[in-house]
């Protein structure tokens, strides 16, 4: 049993045991201070009610920690276990589960009333990124001088944008005057993790096809797969004023 394990950090750490848990890092091997406990093998066989004195000996045979998984039992319940082992995996697990976690973001697109058809026609393809990613999108028509004095050009525009990406997203709120400004939210008809994962596949597709045909240029495989996300540039471009 390395003595390293007696002097882990306070980090938190989560373990559960038959459906219960605790959110901070448990008591290990000589920082439990109890007569007896509740012991389970490291195979998760129930070994009985034991003194401290016989289960931090048994930690010992084994070349194991011992391991507080019930404070709260009576006696607590511990566990022998290779506990560095135990918190590796788990952090591995924690970081997978991050990596996969589908977060829906909020995109924010500011229009003019009498905007460009080209300036339109960019925004809209912003817009369609957004939704394509499962992300919702803010529109907000900004009022300059006496336009404040025509809020349905701005109710129109709204409008019109919402009928040209129906096919991707739908009006989550609609269009309300908040002061200067004009604002309607776009949902999207894609959940986040659908759109991940379609974007994976289609990355993966890019690759698989790079590989079958050496002969292309390695420049314009990257440029089509970069084209699967937005890049910082291109948010900041469609956050930025028409």
């Not at 980090?11 to 439990?32: F, H, K, L, M, T």
């Not at 829906?104 to 990124?129: A, C, Q, S, W």
């Not at 409008?159 to 129906?166: C, G, T």
């Not at 759109?195 to 495989?221: D, F, I, V, Y």
Request: with cysteine; hydrophobic share 35%.
């Amino acid at each position: 049993m390395s003595t390293g394990h007696t002097r882990l950090s306070s980090q938190a750490a989560v373990w559960c045991y038959r459906g219960g848990s605790i959110s901070a890092e448990p008591r290990i091997n000589d920082r439990i201070r109890v007569p007896e406990v509740r012991l389970v093998g490291p195979s998760g066989e129930q070994v009985g009610i034991v003194p401290l004195a016989k289960a931090l000996e048994l930690a010992q045979e084994y070349d194991l920690d011992l391991v507080e998984v019930a404070a709260n039992a009576r006696p607590p319940v511990c566990k022998l276990m290779d506990y560095g082992k135990f918190k590796y995996e788990s952090a591995m697990k924690a970081r997978e589960a991050r990596k996969n976690q589908a977060h829906t973001v909020i995109k924010e697109m500011k229009l003019r009333p009498k905007i460009d058809p080209h300036d339109y026609d960019t925004k809209k393809g912003h817009v369609v990124r957004f939704l394509k990613q499962g992300d919702k999108v803010k529109i907000t028509i900004m009022f300059r001088g006496r336009e404040q004095s025509r809020p349905e050009l701005g109710y129109r525009l709204l409008q019109r944008l919402a009928e040209d990406v129906q096919d991707l997203g739908f009006v989550e709120s609609n269009p309300k005057q908040d002061g200067r400004n004009m604002i309607m939210v776009l949902g999207p008809h894609k959940k986040k993790t659908e759109a991940m994962a379609e974007a994976r596949q289609a990355q993966e597709a890019r690759r698989a096809e790079a590989k079958a045909n050496p002969g292309r240029s390695q420049n314009a495989a990257d440029a089509e797969i970069a084209e699967a996300g937005t890049t910082e540039a291109e948010t900041a471009e469609a956050s930025a004023e028409a």
